[in-house]
């Protein structure tokens, strides 16, 4: 990239905004309209040299005559390039006009004069909609004008002095253009303080690093023939533009001759416009359809590759993306129908079997990046030599968000026990414009070399940059052709060094296991419970029996009445009379809430009874027992849903002194002692070893939940790479004192005068 003339492009396209846009427009749109209008110019100078050979050609008989698709083949063969424009203006021919409505009408009918694919970049971009505008405010000449002035070259060929022949202006290449696009977001972003900045571009020199690592490592397995490179997340097209370049260098370097086809996805319309155009205008893409299964498709799609696949269906020998990570996908989620549950996601490009269950790999509803990983898995072919190789980046998150038996962890199990996991490469902070945080590249194939199987390779390369001059947003340091090279290198060589850890597949893995506690109850009688309950009794006018209603008042429990108890002779106790005027207060009641009474009237003649033996019970299984041993000998015939006011007031608590509560065979496990436990899958006696050795010599009642025992995956770079900091000799830290010592030295005393 020549550095003079990207400053000057820089500048340039940059001072458009204050020249024309400015007091006129929201600084927010500027970049809507900026950026179109380079990929129009850029389109409009590839099409100057063969534009009257174009319109003569429309004129005649031949063309008329000709079935559309024949039309565009030839109008095609014309132009050289994929595209073609059959309006009879330029945009320098536009520039001439004065008059603001036939401008703006010219203009109109430049744009209809595109082809069909140029179309959908100009609708991306809603380009007509800020002609309009531009025409309104009387702004459309100013800006023709700008984009077409002699002293710029907006194309991808040279402007050469028609004189001498020398080269007078240097071409806009698709690299120089790919960075100037992201430094132009960046710049207004910053300026304008607009949010989006760089989200949607990853620097060239990360972009063939992603690439170099996809090929480099399977170059000598390349047969002639074909390769299809796929981007879930295109962005601008860089990534897939780089990688077809650095594919067919290597290529060349070994006399090989392949074909690339490329495919990709963007979310956002703008951005896959431009993608789209700088695929047109640098020949990355001659042909943007595909046939599959007899269905016409497109290469490159704009939607949501989460929700919307471009690419039903479709494999691809090569995978490399920067998906977006950190974002919410709330509106892919609402797409799906907002299942209750992830497994019941539709889509089968996020599940996987295994050990024979249906496995969810839907992450967290803020986070898509794993959703991205998981499609391109889908997309591997299994009918060829090389299969397919993914090559993503990823932030930290990727490596051990989610817990186990959650979609993250599910996704990073499935890979790595199907042995796909080649190696991640831990790369230095500060690589993007946009953020600072470290990013990690996953490599994942399903042909891995003969040495590499069952082992995952991590590679540190946060030490392998080269610091920038300046600092280009948050970027500070780049990856050079030396550090890209240095990086294969641990990747091809796979050794162990202090850079490069081998481990076994397993080596990541874990059980999760819920380490239980059994509950200890006990039950404690109080003659206060049983006066709660009939007190309960009473305001629900249950009719207690006399056999009932006598033990109740023999344990000195007040039986309430609804009116005041009559003065009785001195002949009658206070028993016999509070019994016979309780028993005619029952009112008139049907058989079934008779019955009904007589249940909870008997259970309580039962608590009663064994109030009497005692008021507290250590184990709950014998406290249950005991109560229907003594309710089947009154006959009484229940179930617990039916009797349960009986024990509504009576004190079931925690006790440590209790016997474990046992329910339908099973210690039921108490709650509030629960805790989970990870061992790993290589901890020699599995789960059983380590509870025994780890767990039950402080808890000896403790067990294992076995149906809540899941496996899980993490990888961390921080274990096997972390080097503490070496703490300082006691010895020089007294020496270090003594020498501050010896220079301040009078010092105090010379500042106070003294």
């Known amino acids: 990239m020549n550095q003079s003339q990207y400053n000057q492009l820089f500048s340039f396209l940059f001072n458009i905004a204050n020249d024309v846009l400015v007091q006129s427009f929201n600084k927010g749109d500027y970049k809507k309209i900026i950026l179109p209008f380079i990929v129009l110019r850029r389109l409009d100078l590839l099409l100057e040299e063969s534009k009257q050979q174009v319109i003569n050609f429309c004129q005649t008989e031949e063309f008329a005559m000709m079935p559309e698709e024949s039309k565009e083949q030839q109008l095609c063969f014309i132009t050289k390039y994929p595209f073609y424009n059959v309006s009879p203006f330029t945009m320098k021919m536009l520039k001439a006009e004065t008059d603001q409505t036939r401008l703006r009408q010219n203009f109109e009918a430049y744009l209809d004069g595109f082809s069909l694919h140029v179309q959908d970049i100009i609708a991306k971009f809603d380009l007509r909609h800020y002609v309009q505008l531009l025409s309104n405010l009387g702004c459309l000449g100013m800006m023709i004008e700008k984009m077409t002035a002699d002293d710029i070259n907006l194309g991808i060929k040279p402007v050469v002095d028609e004189n001498t022949k020398e080269i007078k202006l240097p071409p806009l290449d698709n690299h120089t253009m790919g960075t100037l696009f992201e430094d132009l977001l960046r710049k207004f972003n910053e300026d304008y303080s607009v949010t989006e900045a760089g989200e949607h571009y990853t620097p060239r020199d990360y972009v063939k690093l992603l690439a170099d690592l996809a090929f480099i490592p399977v170059a000598d397995r390349m047969r002639n023939g074909g390769y299809e490179i796929y981007d879930g997340a295109c962005g601008t097209g860089g990534i897939l533009s780089v990688a077809q370049d650095r594919l067919e260098d290597i290529a060349r370097e070994r006399g090989m001759r392949l074909k690339t086809y490329l495919f990709g996805q963007e979310l956002q319309p703008e951005t896959f416009a431009t993608c789209k155009a700088d695929l047109m205008l640098s020949g990355h893409s001659q042909d943007f359809t595909y046939r599959q299964g007899g269905v016409m498709r497109y290469r490159f799609v704009n939607g949501s590759t989460i929700s919307d696949d471009g690419h039903p269906g479709k494999n691809f020998d090569f995978c490399i993306s920067n998906p977006p990570f950190g974002t919410p996908w709330k509106k892919d989620f609402e797409v799906w129908g907002s299942p209750k549950k992830k497994e019941d996601v539709p889509d089968t490009r996020f599940s996987g079997i295994m050990d024979g269950k249906q496995m969810t790999f839907v992450p967290n509803i803020g986070d898509p990046q794993m959703l991205f990983l998981a499609n391109n898995v889908s997309r591997m072919k299994e009918d060829t030599e090389l299969g397919t190789r993914i090559v993503e980046i990823h932030n930290g998150s990727s490596l051990f968000t989610g ?92 050794v162990e060094n202090d850079k490069s850890k081998i481990f076994d597949n397993r080596e990541f893995g874990f059980w999760q296991i819920t380490v239980e506690r059994p509950l200890r109850q006990s039950i404690s009688l109080s003659i206060d419970a049983l006066q709660k309950t009939v007190n309960s009794f009473v305001r629900k006018d249950v009719s207690l029996s006399d056999e009932c209603i006598v033990q109740l008042m023999q344990l000195d429990i007040d039986i309430p009445l609804q009116e005041a108890i009559p003065e009785v002779s001195e002949d009658e106790s206070i028993f016999d009379s509070k019994f016979a005027r309780f028993r005619k207060m029952k009112l008139a009641k049907t058989t079934g809430q008779i019955m009904a009474d007589m249940v909870l009237s008997c259970a309580l003649t039962v608590l009663c009874d064994m109030l009497g033996e005692k008021t507290e019970w ?61 061992v790993p899958l290589l901890y020699k006696g599995g789960i059983e070893e380590f509870m025994r050795n780890e767990v039950l010599p402080y808890a000896p009642d403790a067990f294992v939940n076995d149906d809540a025992t899941v496996i899980g995956y993490e990888l961390s770079f921080t274990k096997y790479f972390y080097k503490p900091i070496e703490l300082r000799a006691l010895k020089d830290i007294r020496e270090e004192i003594r020498e501050i010592e010896s220079r301040t030295d009078g010092l105090l005393n010379e500042i106070l005068g003294e």
């Open 618 to 678: 250590l184990d709950v299984q014998e406290f249950e027992e005991r109560f229907n041993s003594d309710a089947r000998v009154k006959q009484l015939k229940f179930t617990w849903s039916k009797i349960e006011d009986v024990f509504l007031y009576i004190s079931k608590k925690v006790n440590p002194d209790a016997e474990p509560v046992v329910k339908d065979g099973k210690l039921v496990p108490d709650p509030a002692l629960r805790d989970t436990e990870q």
């Open 403 to 494: 817990n186990a038996g959650g979609g993250e962890s599910n996704l990073r199990r499935y890979i790595i026990e199907n042995d796909m996991l080649e190696a991640i490469v831990a790369m230095p902070e500060n690589m993007f414009y946009n953020t600072g945080i470290g990013t990690f590249v996953w490599i994942v194939t399903n042909r891995k070399e003969e040495r590499r199987r069952g082992k995952v390779q991590l590679i540190d390369a946060t030490s392998i940059k080269t610091p920038l001059r300046k600092n280009l947003g948050n970027k500070n340091c780049e990856a050079s052709d030396n550090d890209r090279a240095a990086i294969v290198k641990l990747l091809t060589d796979f």
